[in-house]
């Protein structure tokens, strides 16, 4: 599975962005797509997943309630809406698909992950 991520920008706090990750390839194969996100000098981090099988939805903590992530599988293409944006969301934002058995509390760790995409750039301005 070959995937791209899309969307990214500048935006002010308070403010929203759709991230699209878009699908090619063998996208029948995949489980659950995940969005990840690495600000400077941190961690990359789980932000949210979809699983193919059920349509299951997992959050972190941080952006529960504020984004929402959802899947278009006639277009490939998985979003993430995000509202309310806070300065701690810039981030370079990564999509990746799982081609193996998805269970819920794994859904959110890159390890599960086996295809990524390149990175789009989220900059929240206070």
């Known amino acids: 599975v070959q995937l791209q991520a899309f969307g990214g920008g500048l935006v002010q706090a308070g403010g929203s962005l759709r991230l699209s990750c878009l699908a090619s390839g063998f996208t029948l194969g995949y489980t659950a797509i995940g969005w990840f996100r690495q600000a400077p000098g941190k961690e990359r981090e789980g932000v949210a997943s979809?699983?193919?099988?059920?349509?299951?939805?997992k959050y972190d903590e941080s952006v529960k309630g504020r984004f929402t992530v959802s899947a278009d599988n006639v277009k490939n293409t998985v979003y993430l809406q995000m509202n309310s944006l806070k300065p701690e969301d810039t981030a370079v934002y990564f999509c990746?698909?799982?081609?193996?058995?998805?269970?819920?509390?794994?859904?959110?760790?890159?390890?599960?992950?086996?295809?990524w995409g390149q990175g789009t750039h989220v900059t929240v301005s206070s």
């Open positions: 979809i699983r193919n099988r059920d349509g299951s939805t």
């Open positions: 990746a698909a799982s081609r193996s058995g998805m269970i819920t509390s794994s859904m959110l760790y890159s390890y599960s992950y086996h295809d």
